[in-house]
């Protein structure tokens, strides 16, 4: 599986736009912040042809501990949900995957 790196995407960025390296990391630190802040207020981020991401409040519900079937409360708590554009969904199933995966 590869990944990409917050050191990729500076080069990226470097050789795309033609910043400084020092500039592209600059701008990517100051965009991934920014995203985060919203997200920690609570706000939505829907990046135009890529996707959306949110904040969703769950409930309190009662789990079960699989090995000794105990029911167990599950506190409340906000998860992070990210939904692909469309054009996204498309670009991704239009690749094949690797053999073995």
């Known amino acids: 599986m590869n ?3 917050r050191a990729q995407l500076t080069e990226a960025i470097y050789a795309t736009v033609g ?14 912040g920014r995203i985060s802040d919203a997200l920690t207020e ?4 829907k990046i135009s042809g890529f996707g959306t991401f949110s904040v969703r409040q769950k409930g309190r519900r009662i789990g079960r501990n699989p090995k000794t079937g105990v029911e167990v409360p599950i506190l409340p ?3 992070l949900v990210f939904r692909p554009s469309q054009m996204l969904r498309e670009a991704v199933n ?5 053999a073995g995966h």
């Open 3 to 5: 990944t990409l790196t």
């Open 19 to 32: 910043l400084s390296r020092n500039e592209s990391a600059d701008l990517l630190e100051s965009m991934l």
């Open 42 to 45: 609570g706000k939505s981020v």
């Open 77 to 79: 708590r906000r998860v």
């Open 94 to 98: 239009a690749t094949t995957a690797p």
